[in-house]
């Protein structure tokens, strides 16, 4: 078997890394828009048309704030955070699904000790992410709790959701 090979396989191996599986550090962005995350293309066949990666945000680190027209369909793969989807915030951990909708703000945080990391179901062909303005952002920071979630330290600690009120 040569490595150009299409690979039907691919072993698991130490600290949430797949065999021949590329680790991509997201560059860091001088706007800050993210912070200490990882990107792995898990599955990308042009014969799906979609594809499967697994992100990890180190502790107090953060995905893009961001919405577009394609959907995201996450589960929740190791540790624990936060995540904002449209105007609600709430506290997410190992296995929880979270959907996201077409141009609906979101964003993932590694709030606390722990890192967050997720699979993200996404299309193969999709439209670039729109970034908030500063009029965008005025009006989510409205929300206290959005407010607090943007500002790293959110106020929701378990498991419950805290919805906008
Ligand atoms: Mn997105």
Redesign the pocket.
């Known amino acids: 078997m040569t490595t150009d090979q299409p690979t039907h396989y691919r072993k698991a191996e130490q600290d949430f890394r797949w065999e021949g599986v590329e680790k991509m550090p997201y560059k860091e962005d001088e706007r800050a828009l993210f912070k200490a995350v990882t990107r792995q293309i898990l599955f990308s066949d042009p014969a799906l048309d979609g594809e499967l990666r697994y992100f990890e945000v180190a502790p107090g680190g953060f995905s ?1 704030l ?1 919405r ?1 027209e394609h959907v ?1 369909a996450v589960m929740i793969f190791r540790g624990h955070g936060h995540c904002l989807i449209g105007d609600t915030v709430r506290a997410v951990a190992e296995r929880d699904l979270v959907s ?1 909708p077409p141009m609906t703000w ?1 964003q993932f945080r590694a709030t606390g000790d722990a890192l967050l990391g997720f699979l993200c179901l996404v299309n193969a062909r999709r439209d670039k ?1 729109q970034l908030p303005t500063a009029d965008d952002l005025a009006v989510l920071v409205k929300d206290p709790v959005i407010a607090t979630f943007l500002g790293g330290t959110p106020a929701v600690s378990t498991s419950d959701d805290q919805t906008k009120t």
Do not use: C
């Open positions: 893009t961001e577009h995201h996201v979101h992410p």
